[in-house]
């Protein structure tokens, strides 16, 4: 199974597409998956990028609206998991993964799904100890401090991560796993990057949560983004496995953004699509009760006290979440909760008010879990959301008269949950495992030659590839 990898996207969700097309085309494969791993920007609309943690001159529109509205249709199965500068409030309405636009998945704030017989995991966000232990208190309209603190991960989400004891085959993270530098050629990583020497020698390189899912988890795979450069390497275990890890670049010309590996899968499958993971829904059944929507700490049970804190789910425990959830494949059941781009820019937009996504209000009810945003919406008599008529493109309405639509939300299933108050390995071993990662842009390709594609190697759009996002991110890691 062909599966292209992508760094940090910003947006550049079109140019990523033609590239992968041009390369399938020139090479004669296929490419059976897209994985991005964070900064994927889906802003549907301008009033999204108020959402994001960005200063307004960087408010860019980019090409995800296009396949959000249908005016075009992603070519190639795509998942994907957020960074730090997302669109946030659309990414909020699906906290356990969904549909973002039609053949485009987002994991959620964490989550595990089934792709062709393989067992894909990720988590969202990046590392920030202020908010780690805190519940998901943030939703639109945010504050200069909740913009940004709506992308830190959470403790909870680690945990649940945690409790997972089947193996994964391939994991996602948008920030590197601390120390995971010792596993490659870090002098190269310095020559690249010399900044990075003192955040390396000072132990600040990377996520600790994400260095104790890599150690926990032992996935294959685990593919990164975030620090805007490749780099490759390899992970021993006690057990005696590895984990082949690669972070790739951003979406620019001349730089290694875009990877292609093969990946043995079940052949037998006639078609590949994604299903959800029975321990990852029974875990999040499990665990529901320990949902915070709080600005406060949120403290987890461990070994010391009275209350279960191991919750690796048993034969009956899957059984039961079963026989609750039914059919394990991902119903196509995308739509759109906010009109996309119009082509036209609009001036003193602010930010939308948070809605509630059908997929998620689905899943919920079928899991018996609560949603977050459901719970903070909840705050509000019958959960009811006031919008106005133009930001859901309603032209026979005034722009400064509101509709109420009320949503027939579930109640919380967790009565006791707080509602929203407030806001190396030797270099031999090294080269031979991870071979197929030192091709720039693509794997190789099936008769074994090296493939070195620049993206101004135009693909047959003719477009050229504009540097919209250039500066936008040299430095910011925040």
Request: glycine share 6%; net charge negative; hydrophobic share 35%.
């Amino acid at each position: 199974m062909k599966i292209a990898v992508e760094g940090c996207a910003h947006g550049e969700l079109e140019t990523i597409y033609d590239t992968l097309q041009y390369l399938e085309e020139k090479e004669g494969f296929k490419i059976d998956l897209l994985i991005c791993c964070g900064d994927f920007q889906a802003s549907r609309n301008e009033a999204d990028l108020r959402c994001m943690a960005v200063p307004p001159k960087y408010y860019n529109i980019c090409s995800f609206y296009k396949y959000y509205t249908g005016v075009k249709t992603a070519p190639i199965l795509t998942i994907f998991i957020g960074g730090n500068h997302e669109a946030s409030n659309y990414l909020q309405e699906l906290p356990y993964g969904g549909w973002v636009a039609p053949n485009i998945y987002y994991l959620g704030y964490a989550g595990v799904v089934n792709i062709a017989g393989l067992r894909i995991g990720g988590i969202s966000g990046i590392y920030k100890g202020q908010d780690y232990m805190k519940g998901h208190f943030e939703h639109s309209p945010y504050s200069d401090s909740s913009k940004r603190s709506v992308y830190h991960i959470r403790n909870l989400e680690v945990f649940r991560l945690k409790q997972l004891s089947q193996p994964l085959d391939i994991f996602l993270s948008h920030d590197w796993p601390s120390g995971i530098w010792q596993y490659g050629n870090a002098a190269q990583l310095i020559r690249f990057k010399p900044f990075f020497e003192e955040d390396i020698n000072r132990g600040q390189l990377g996520s600790k949560p994400t260095e104790e899912l890599l150690n926990h988890l032992k996935p294959d795979y685990w593919f990164s983004a975030h620090l805007h450069c490749k780099f490759a390497a390899v992970v021993p275990h006690e057990c005696g496995k590895i984990t082949k890890f690669l972070a790739l670049d951003k979406c620019l010309p001349k730089r290694r953004f875009l990877q292609v590996v093969d990946v043995p899968h079940d052949t037998n499958l006639e078609k590949i699509e994604i299903s959800y993971d029975l321990e990852w829904l029974t875990i999040l059944r499990l665990t529901n009760h320990l949902l915070s929507v709080k600005n406060v700490t949120n403290y987890l049970p461990g070994p010391s006290g009275n209350e279960r804190w191991c919750f690796f789910p048993d034969e009956e425990e899957k059984s039961f979440t079963l026989n609750l959830f039914g059919d394990l494949v991902v119903p196509n059941n995308f739509e759109k909760t906010a009109e996309g781009y119009s082509g036209h820019k609009t001036k003193n937009l602010t930010q939308p008010v948070p809605v509630c996504n059908s997929q998620t209000v689905l899943f919920c009810k079928k899991l018996g879990i609560d949603d977050p945003l459901n719970l903070i919406l909840n705050l509000s008599t019958n959960s009811a959301i006031d919008l106005s008529a133009n930001s859901l493109g309603d032209d026979s309405a005034s722009k400064t008269t509101p509709r109420k639509i009320v949503l027939d939300l579930p109640q919380p299933v967790n009565e006791s949950v707080p509602t929203f108050v407030d806001e190396t390995i030797s270099q031999p071993e090294l080269n031979e495992t991870v071979e197929e990662m030192e091709v720039p842009v693509e794997e190789k390709s099936n008769c074994g030659k090296e493939v070195e594609v620049s993206v101004e190697e135009k693909s047959n759009c003719g477009k050229a590839f504009k540097r919209r996002n250039a500066s936008m991110y040299q430095n910011d890691v925040n």
